[in-house]
């Protein structure tokens, strides 16, 4: 199968340094991840040395302050590198965009000292991350989280049970939304609690369909001792800091959505250039031609659309409904372009020789993680017509 790199996505990038930034990420991408990718995932394997590696070369705080370690890079770039790892891989790709959503609250909502503190070890050095929003019984409805946070002197007492986090059991630090007042969105709080702090235990990962090797697991917080001084931002706060990250996090799994399909397609244009039947390739007829064709047209409007939305974030202007729009469209194009791309390469497709298999089962989370994509219609339409008549 011809190598997905010898045709890049031609990008337009806006300095040099960024051009450089892909240039470096592809040849990580094609040295270190793609080789290992499918053996790893039959495993179950997470790649720690690959992320170690990212933070070694500077990948893991793109779009945070170089004053932290972290890279200064506008969104508009910094989601194009997570495009080219998901591409690679997906559990790479993820991990890099659940990674960037765990640092958010600290480095928009920290105070100097807290961001001093923590800052240049979260995004530069050798750190992971996890995100603690979703509950067993609170996924779409995160404001009913049960999670709680108790004030005894200038510490928090933490207890509860986070579930479907990524990196959950592995990670060195986790950005907790714990309940320390009323309920509802206005009685929680966001808090840094350290991996290893006594009373965190990681379940063991769920056994998932795709992306074997991101650990997902639920996270138990037993009593927890958190300093005041890790809480982020105001008490009650904590709610808006998570739909702040979130608006940002659905950009970075639209363009991992985008880096998967895009994956898919090149997998598919090398099968039908060289399977042959009736004397000549596949590629040939023109069924098969027009679906690679509205393949690579909606991953084309996909990009388009992420982009667009990144751009607004990067000029200060509300960007939360492009930012639904792009993960609504980007995830079910990753969807339909990885069950098309099976369809192309047929009975082949549907092995474990060929990747598009991995890539179609691994496009399906996509459409579920950082609010389902019924909520993200639900979200758009807010921005359409207004909230919901009670």
């Excluded at 040849?27 to 290992?36: C, G, L, R, S």
């Excluded at 739909?243 to 996090?249: E, V």
């Excluded at 496009?363 to 993680?369: G, H, P, T, W």
Aim: hydrophobic share 40%; charged share 25%.
């Amino acid at each position: 199968m011809p190598d997905r790199a010898a045709q890049p996505v031609d990008r337009q990038l806006p300095t040099d340094e960024a051009r450089e930034l892909i240039s470096l990420v592809r040849d990580i991408a094609q040295n270190e991840i793609v080789p290992k990718a499918a053996e790893e995932e039959d495993a179950a394997r997470f790649p720690r040395d690959v992320f170690r590696l990212l933070s070694e070369s500077g990948l893991l705080g793109l779009p945070y302050d170089a004053e932290y370690g972290g890279g200064d890079q506008p969104y508009e770039v910094y989601l194009q590198v997570l495009e080219e790892l998901a591409a690679a891989r997906l559990t790479v790709g993820l991990g890099v965009s659940v990674h960037t959503l765990s640092c958010h609250a600290l480095a928009h909502y920290g105070t100097k000292e807290q961001q001093v503190e923590h800052l240049p070890a979260m995004l530069g050095g050798g750190l992971l991350g996890a995100y603690c929003l979703s509950e067993p019984s609170s996924g779409s409805d995160a404001a009913s989280l049960r999670t709680r946070a108790v004030r005894e002197g200038d510490d928090w007492l933490v207890s509860g049970t986070k579930a479907w986090i990524t990196h959950g059991g592995i990670a060195d630090f986790y950005t907790v939304m714990a309940r320390t007042g009323e309920d509802g969105a206005r009685g929680i709080t966001a808090f840094l609690v350290p991996g290893d702090a006594e009373g965190v235990s990681g379940a063991a990962p769920e056994k998932k369909m795709g992306m074997k090797g991101s650990p997902t697991a639920q996270v138990h917080f037993d009593g927890v001792r958190v300093a005041d001084s890790r809480r982020l931002g105001e008490e009650g706060q904590g709610f808006a800091i998570a739909l702040s990250a979130l608006d940002s996090g659905r950009l970075g799994i639209a363009a991992c959505a985008i880096g998967v399909a895009q994956a898919a397609l090149d997998e598919a244009l090398g099968y039908a250039a060289q399977r042959r039947q009736f004397g000549r390739p596949i590629a040939d007829f023109q069924g098969l031609r027009f679906m690679l064709a509205d393949m690579a047209t909606q991953i084309e409007a996909g990009r388009a659309l992420y982009l667009a939305a990144a751009r607004l974030r990067d000029a200060g202007r509300p960007f939360a409904k492009l930012a639904a729009m792009a993960k609504l469209h980007c995830t079910d194009t990753a969807m339909k372009v990885t069950t098309d791309a099976v369809q192309v390469l047929g009975g082949y497709g549907y092995t474990a020789d060929f990747a598009v298999e991995r890539y179609m089962r691994e496009a399906k989370v996509l459409q579920i993680v950082e609010g389902t994509n019924q909520i993200q219609r639900m979200v758009i339409a807010r921005h359409l017509a207004g909230p919901e008549t009670r």
